[in-house]
């Protein structure tokens, strides 16, 4: 049983960075997928970032292209996203997930285990 704990979020000013990370439980997340989404108040969840069970294959939205990194330690089981040049369009709560088919979607519905969240604030 995989459980996911996000961590990192806070406040910075817009162009300013942050770094989440996601720390699972459970000695098979290794095999999981992982994705970070985010929500901002009044809007749909909507897709940030996702890398495979091996950290070889990456999938970025096009809005945080070139200003974002995913990656993940799997002997710590963690996951991590590296967030620089930070726009107040980014806040919003950031979730981390995780999808045992191990490819690393962009389809929110394709993760079955989802954490509790961080708060990202940017201010302009």
């Known amino acids: 049983q995989v459980q996911l704990a996000e961590s990192g979020g806070g406040s910075v000013q817009a162009g300013g960075s942050l770094r989440l990370s996601c720390a699972a439980s459970?000695?098979?997340?290794?095999?999981?997928?992982a994705g970070w989404f985010r929500q901002a108040p009044g809007q749909e969840r909507e897709f940030v970032a996702a890398?495979?069970?091996?950290?070889?294959?990456?999938n970025y939205a096009n809005s945080v292209k070139g200003r974002f990194s995913i990656s993940r330690d799997n002997s710590k089981n963690t996951v991590y996203l590296q967030m620089n040049s930070l726009k107040s369009e980014d806040t919003g709560v950031y979730f981390c997930?995780?999808?045992?088919?191990?490819?690393?979607?962009?389809?929110?519905?394709?993760?079955?285990?989802w954490g509790q969240g961080t708060q990202v604030t940017v201010s302009s």
């Open positions: 890398i495979s069970w091996n950290g070889e294959s990456t």
């Open positions: 459970g000695r098979t997340f290794a095999i999981y997928a």
């Open positions: 997930a995780a999808d045992n088919r191990g490819g690393g979607t962009s389809d929110g519905r394709a993760y079955e285990k």
